[in-house]
């Protein structure tokens, strides 16, 4: 079965660097694209960014633009995002997505507080 499990969040001051990674198994995961989305405490969970199959293709968030990378290894089945300059407003739960699929990770939490 398509699993998606996220790690790397945690707590970082204003200012810092995380990066998030998502493995996945279950499915050949070259084939798909994949999206980050995160959910604030009290808001709708939001498009983050996105990669395509091929990983020629990538978008993101303007409230992300510049300051984060999403990238693949398909070698490991996984993706990643690469967040820096982060700040309070960052904070959520960041999810991984299967592109055009409705299989989500469970999320990991990324707390920006000094």
């Known amino acids: 079965q398509v699993q998606l499990v996220e790690s790397g969040g945690g707590l970082v001051q204003p200012g810092g660097s995380l990066r998030l990674s998502c493995a996945a198994s279950?499915?050949?995961?070259?084939?798909?694209?994949m999206s980050w989305f995160r959910q604030a405490p009290g808001k709708e969970r939001e498009l983050v960014a996105s990669?395509?199959?091929?990983?020629?293709?990538?978008n993101y968030a303007d409230s992300v633009k510049g300051r984060s990378t999403i990238s693949r290894n398909d070698d490991k089945s996984t993706m990643y995002l690469q967040m820096n300059s982060l700040k309070p407003e960052d904070t959520a739960v960041y999810y991984c997505?299967?592109?055009?699929?409705?299989?989500w990770g469970k999320g990991t939490l990324v707390t920006v507080s000094s």
């Open positions: 279950g499915f050949t995961f070259s084939n798909y694209g």
């Open positions: 990669i395509t199959s091929d990983g020629n293709s990538r």
């Open positions: 997505k299967r592109t055009y699929s409705n299989y």
